[in-house]
């Protein structure tokens, strides 16, 4: 790509990134996920049963026209949201709580319904296209409709992907291609609710923000997204709210105009400690390791490393409650 083209793509990206999207608070309530547990039966030594607990009291939702990003270190229940919602969670797993899709419980058989449909997942990695298999079929399997061959073109076109590229297989297409091309599978089912697992993380800067524009472009067309991500960076360039795990569970969700400065807007010790350890702020580590869900701890989850800890912090998980025009789980919120 020469330099001309890439300043054009570089001037597309920037205005679609900086363009307006609907105010989330005149939008559609579009997912609400409401005090979810996701655990899981394991087998010890003697076949005795346990059950093994991932996800505790998580809380989280999206509008329609809305980017809610998803942070948090490995292991905090991202991805198990993701697969919650979808309805592709493995057999040995427990749910409970609710999720709601445009005020209906989002049941097993609505799942199904809606899964690739209404309802779409654009996975981290390029793996998940079929090696074997020219990517335009893939995209045409995904739509329900005759002329399914005229709509992934018609797709293809809104990526700038060419006619020709869908006449290859993946291993043929470069980064950014593949990356559309899976953006383009994600909406080709007419989806009000996409699921972007870990869209950036190895990919060129260029990549990374023609993707994150895509992203914006879905929310400005009326699609609520859910970006789940270890970024914070990337989240701000494109999100309109936060919300950050920990152990499982959401600690604070917050708009991303109080991720600032010194991080005094933001309501949770975890966010800030997450915030000020960018290397942009502080590059402070945050001292101690998140809990396994084999040892977590019998109070808040962030006791052990929190430098607010008291000793009501050791005996009852807090609940999560409003403040500033966010959420958050902690007593010590002001």
């Excluded at 080709?188 to 260029?206: N, Q």
């Excluded at 590059?283 to 490393?305: A, S, V």
Aim: net charge neutral; proline share 5%; charged share 20%.
């Amino acid at each position: 790509m020469n330099t001309k083209q890439n300043s054009k793509l570089s001037q597309s990206n920037a205005s679609t990134i900086n363009s307006s999207t609907a105010n989330s608070s005149n939008s559609e309530e579009l997912l609400v996920v409401k005090n979810l547990s996701v655990s899981f039966i394991q087998y010890a030594k003697g076949l005795k049963q346990l059950n093994l607990e991932v996800i505790c009291d998580l809380n989280v939702s999206v509008n329609s026209g809305e980017i809610v990003a998803i942070v948090g270190s490995s292991g905090s229940g991202k991805s198990l949201l993701a697969h919650a919602i979808l309805g592709i969670l493995p057999s040995n797993a427990k749910v409970t709580g609710t999720i709601r899709y445009q005020g209906q419980a989002l049941t097993t058989e609505r799942q199904k319904v809606f899964r690739g449909q209404e309802i779409s997942l654009i996975p981290q990695s390029v793996n998940y296209l079929d090696p074997l298999m020219k990517v335009g079929e893939q995209v045409q399997n995904t739509i329900r409709t005759k002329d399914a061959k005229q709509l992934q073109q018609q797709v293809f076109e809104r990526y700038h992907l060419s006619k020709e590229a869908g006449l290859l297989y993946p291993f043929q297409l470069s980064g950014g291609m593949a990356r559309r091309v899976l953006v383009a599978t994600a909406v080709s089912g007419g989806a009000k609710l996409i699921i972007a697992d870990e869209p950036t993380p190895g990919l060129h800067p260029e990549v990374v923000a023609e993707t994150l524009a895509h992203l914006k472009e879905l929310a400005n067309q009326g699609c609520g997204v859910m970006m789940i991500t270890h970024d914070i960076e990337a989240a701000m360039k494109i999100a309109d709210r936060i919300a950050v795990f920990y152990a499982g569970t959401t600690v604070e969700v917050a708009p991303i105009e109080d991720f600032k400065e010194r991080g005094e807007a933001l309501r949770h010790p975890y966010t800030r400690a997450l915030w000020m350890a960018l290397p942009e702020n502080d590059f402070k580590p945050i001292p101690g390791f998140q809990p396994t869900p084999t040892d977590l701890p019998p109070g808040c989850l962030f006791e052990p490393r929190c430098h607010l800890k008291t000793a009501e912090c050791q005996c009852k998980k807090p609940e999560m409650q409003d403040l500033r025009g966010g959420q958050v789980r902690c007593i010590h919120a002001t």
